[in-house]
């Protein structure tokens, strides 16, 4: 009989449901599972995969190295997976997540095609009561939320839209069969990171292309390559110390900003340190030096080297003017990682739209209306991004005490301590959730070291006759201090980036993240678990 079956009298429940079943939940499965625990997770898609499940759109790749983006807790499984090129496609992520489920016998663990529609904490014995659209209803002394913060798709409001004749995609929900848009009038909405990677395969295939934009975005590319027998070799090699690096860094890669600030080196220095960045690609560039996002005249050098690089392959200066963002430091939204982005805008068959010059206004039967034009389209690529963060947490009813929903306690933004635990809600845990550095670091890494403090709590509180662990309300609001804190010392705040909730209408404004840097991050954990978990409350 298992502690929880002990402490409750009953037989149906479980120690641990987890919600989802990407990287995060996954692990979470393998983890708890091995301290003996009983899980259960729950999963909305057919498969798993999570996010990587979802978004196979044309040219959906992660934008973290792929040697990297990849589990760290087994040396057997880095050991015996072989990555094809340096930044790794969808399809290739789900080949891997799918090998790592058959490897860990991970799948007699998990319901499919089964979203959780709440969860409600029982105030005397500190369980949660999880219910399914599919009407189960089952039990257990911890609830995590491995939901992810990139699952909750945004699609516009714009008036029409349910009357248009055409095919209609979503980058975040694309068929699984094949879209062929040989021959066809494409319209691609959104340039952020999804419209980025599609916009040149779209491009390839369609007779006329045009891109709608609202708001430029930085991009570098990604100077992707196949990785060769000897790269991997060399990587499986010093995987160990590749690792270390990335555990003790500030996004969870092994790349080592530049030992001086910006303006302390010559120009020629600063102009091959953006250089060697430049050639490593994508979200990186932002790292190159220290001080890059915290000193504007440091900012102000990377984006000089920026746009120089930009302009140099667009053909029409126009054009590369509204393809450069001006409204926002470089690196204060995540920088994309591109193949050909901006050469694509040289094809005579592709236009770009600025809806900040001419909104869009209405769309009909036959394509969009902007202020200034119609265009008629066969096909609409809906690229318009996520409710971050907190999107698909609000779409459960998760009651905690006295019956509140977390989404109204969050009502004017997400409150968590560590981002990990909420006051109000005991033994409910959260990964990768708010709070924490989240998509500021690799979230594979970032997974791993949310479940490990997960498993140990847990491990702590039945070794010490513990039932629940609890955030108090006044670490709580500490915590959210911090976040304030550190995000002001800083040129985050300066974007209207999904970071801070400003790509959702009605969402409350405010940096989401801990901008301190990913081992920084780790420290803190460390700490409170050390303290004998400092700012929870373990009950009896």
Same mark, same amino acid.
């Given at each position: 009989?298992?502690?929880?079956?002990?402490?409750?009298?009953?037989?149906?429940?479980?120690?641990?449901?987890?919600?989802?079943?990407?990287?995060?939940?996954?692990?979470?499965?393998?983890?708890?599972?091995?301290?003996?625990?009983?899980?259960?997770?729950?999963?909305?898609?057919?498969?798993?995969?999570?996010?990587?499940?979802?978004?196979?759109?044309?040219?959906?790749?992660?934008d973290v190295e792929s040697v990297d983006y990849c589990y760290s807790f087994?040396?057997?499984?880095?050991?015996?997976?072989?990555?094809?090129?340096?930044?790794?496609?969808?399809?290739?992520?789900?080949?891997?997540?799918?090998?790592?489920?058959?490897?860990?016998?991970?799948?007699?663990?998990?319901?499919?095609?089964?979203?959780?529609?709440?969860?409600?904490?029982?105030?005397?014995?500190?369980?949660?009561?999880?219910?399914?659209?599919?009407?189960?209803?089952?039990?257990?002394?911890?609830?995590?939320?491995?939901?992810?913060?990139?699952?909750?798709?945004?699609?516009?409001?714009?008036?029409?839209?349910?009357?248009?004749?055409?095919?209609?995609?979503?980058?975040?929900?694309?068929?699984?069969?094949?879209?062929?848009?040989?021959?066809?009038?494409?319209?691609?909405?959104?340039?952020?990171?999804?419209?980025?990677?599609?916009?040149?395969?779209?491009?390839?295939?369609?007779?006329?292309?045009?891109?709608?934009?609202?708001?430029?975005?930085?991009?570098?590319?990604?100077?992707?390559?196949?990785?060769?027998?000897?790269?991997?070799?060399?990587?499986?090699?010093?995987?160990?110390?590749?690792?270390?690096?990335?555990?003790?860094?500030?996004?969870?890669?092994?790349?080592?900003?530049?030992?001086?600030?910006?303006?302390?080196?010559?120009?020629?220095?600063?102009?091959?340190?953006?250089?060697?960045?430049?050639?490593?690609?994508?979200?990186?560039?932002?790292?190159?030096?220290?001080?890059?996002?915290?000193?504007?005249?440091?900012?102000?050098?990377?984006?000089?080297f920026y746009e120089e690089k930009v302009r140099a392959v667009i053909d029409?200066?126009?054009?590369?003017?509204?393809?450069?963002?001006?409204?926002?430091?470089?690196?204060?939204?995540?920088?994309?990682?591109?193949?050909?982005?901006?050469?694509?805008?040289?094809?005579?068959?592709?236009?770009?739209?600025?809806?900040?010059?001419?909104?869009?206004?209405?769309?009909?039967?036959?394509?969009?209306?902007?202020?200034?034009?119609?265009?008629?389209?066969?096909?609409?690529?809906?690229?318009?991004?996520?409710?971050?963060?907190?999107?698909?947490?609000?779409?459960?009813?998760?009651?905690?005490?006295?019956?509140?929903?977390?989404?109204?306690?969050?009502?004017?933004?997400?409150?968590? +301590?560590? $981002?990990?635990? %909420?006051? /109000?809600? &005991?033994?409910? !845990?959260?990964?990768?959730?708010? @709070?924490?550095? *989240?998509? #500021?670091?690799?979230?594979?890494?970032?997974?791993?070291?949310?479940?490990?403090?997960?498993?140990?709590?847990?491990?702590?509180?039945?070794?010490?006759?513990?039932?629940?662990?609890?955030?108090?309300?006044?670490?709580?609001?500490?915590?959210?201090?911090?976040?304030?804190?550190?995000?002001?010392?800083?040129?985050?705040?300066?974007?209207?980036?999904? +970071?801070? $909730?400003?790509? %959702?209408? /009605?969402? &409350?404004?405010? !940096?989401?993240?801990?901008?301190? @840097?990913?081992? *920084?991050? #780790?420290?803190?954990?460390?700490?409170?678990?050390?303290?004998?978990?400092?700012?929870?409350?373990?009950?009896?």
């Amino acid at each position: 009989m298992s502690i929880s079956e002990e402490r409750s009298g009953r037989n149906d429940s479980l120690d641990a449901i987890v919600v989802g079943a990407g990287f995060a939940g996954l692990y979470a499965l393998h983890k708890l599972r091995s301290q003996g625990l009983s899980v259960r997770v729950f999963e909305a898609a057919p498969e798993i995969g999570g996010t990587w499940y979802y978004n196979r759109y044309p040219g959906a790749r992660c934008d973290v190295e792929s040697v990297d983006y990849c589990y760290s807790f087994s040396a057997e499984l880095e050991q015996q997976w072989d990555w094809s090129e340096k930044y790794a496609t969808q399809g290739e992520i789900l080949r891997y997540l799918n090998w790592v489920a058959d490897k860990l016998n991970l799948r007699d663990g998990i319901t499919f095609n089964t979203r959780v529609t709440s969860a409600v904490v029982d105030e005397k014995t500190l369980h949660w009561t999880v219910t399914t659209d599919s009407g189960q209803t089952l039990t257990a002394r911890f609830c995590v939320m491995a939901t992810g913060p990139l699952s909750a798709a945004l699609t516009p409001d714009f008036p029409g839209l349910d009357s248009y004749a055409g095919q209609l995609y979503h980058t975040a929900h694309w068929p699984h069969e094949a879209v062929d848009f040989t021959g066809k009038r494409v319209a691609v909405i959104g340039t952020g990171s999804s419209g980025i990677q599609s916009i040149p395969i779209i491009a390839e295939q369609a007779e006329r292309l045009f891109v709608f934009q609202r708001t430029p975005n930085y991009s570098v590319p990604a100077g992707n390559r196949p990785l060769s027998d000897e790269d991997r070799a060399q990587i499986k090699a010093t995987y160990a110390e590749r690792r270390r690096l990335s555990w003790r860094s500030g996004g969870g890669s092994p790349h080592i900003a530049h030992p001086k600030l910006t303006l302390q080196v010559t120009p020629e220095e600063r102009w091959a340190a953006f250089e060697k960045r430049w050639e490593l690609g994508g979200v990186l560039f932002s790292k190159t030096f220290s001080d890059q996002m915290i000193d504007m005249a440091a900012n102000e050098e990377a984006r000089k080297f920026y746009e120089e690089k930009v302009r140099a392959v667009i053909d029409d200066p126009e054009v590369a003017e509204l393809l450069i963002p001006d409204d926002h430091p470089i690196g204060t939204k995540r920088i994309c990682t591109d193949t050909n982005y901006f050469q694509t805008f040289n094809e005579p068959h592709v236009t770009l739209v600025s809806v900040r010059q001419t909104p869009i206004v209405s769309v009909d039967a036959d394509g969009i209306n902007t202020t200034a034009a119609h265009y008629g389209v066969d096909a609409i690529v809906l690229a318009t991004g996520f409710d971050a963060m907190t999107g698909a947490l609000a779409k459960i009813d998760i009651v905690g005490r006295g019956g509140e929903k977390l989404r109204d306690d969050w009502a004017d933004g997400p409150r968590t +301590y560590l $981002g990990l635990g %909420v006051d /109000g809600f &005991p033994n409910l !845990f959260l990964v990768s959730g708010p @709070g924490a550095p *989240a998509v #500021l670091a690799n979230m594979v890494l970032h997974a791993e070291a949310h479940v490990n403090w997960i498993a140990d709590a847990i491990a702590y509180l039945d070794d010490h006759g513990y039932t629940a662990i609890e955030a108090t309300a006044d670490a709580v609001d500490n915590w959210a201090a911090e976040l304030d804190q550190r995000a002001e010392a800083t040129l985050f705040p300066k974007a209207n980036s999904w +970071y801070m $909730g400003a790509n %959702v209408p /009605g969402k &409350p404004r405010g !940096f989401m993240l801990f901008i301190g @840097g990913f081992a *920084a991050y #780790l420290d803190i954990c460390a700490e409170v678990a050390a303290a004998g978990y400092k700012g929870f409350e373990l009950l009896k």
